[in-house]
């Protein structure tokens, strides 16, 4: 399996989880961010379909979705699915920056964009930012 092929696969299965988690955080997040929250998940989706064409494109057979995924915590009111969110956006940006790396031409730059736009949600989420998105987060991990 080549390093794009692989990274993508990662990827997809990150927007799974983020697909499936995001229902979560719809049904938590509270009235004021429910827009947000429905935003977002409708981008994950649009993500998840272009990650599935680029795994095919690629030669490889697109990883499926779990039936459900364990969260990284328990999301019981408004406050758990904001943080929840911002979680979910930062493992996002990690993906992607291993897609980045990985990938050339348009493959690598729809994944920079991917990249750009769950930093930008983990922010909004979050209220802060980190000086470079999907980095600092796996270095924090390790």
């Known amino acids: 399996m080549s390093d794009t092929l692989a990274a993508a696969q990662a990827a997809l299965a ?3 989880a983020a697909v499936y988690a995001y229902g979560v955080v719809g049904g938590r997040v509270g009235e004021a961010r429910r827009a947000e929250a429905a935003a977002a998940y409708a ?24 039936a459900a995924y364990t969260l ?5 009111d408004t406050a758990a699915a ?9 493992r996002v940006a990690g993906v992607y920056s291993d ?3 990985a990938a050339r031409g348009p493959q690598r730059h729809d994944a920079a964009v991917a990249l750009r736009e769950a930093a930008v949600r983990a922010v909004r989420w979050r209220g802060t930012g980190v000086a470079f998105p999907g980095l600092a987060e796996r270095a924090a991990a390790r």
Do not use: I, K, T, Y
């Open 72 to 76: 990284p915590f328990a999301v019981p």
């Open 43 to 66: 981008a994950h989706r649009a993500r998840r379909d272009a990650l599935e064409r680029m795994v095919r494109d690629l030669g490889g057979r697109p990883v499926a979705a779990q």
């Open 99 to 101: 897609l980045v790396r």
């Open 14 to 16: 990150a927007e799974h």
């Open 82 to 90: 904001v943080r929840l969110a911002a979680v979910l956006e930062d």
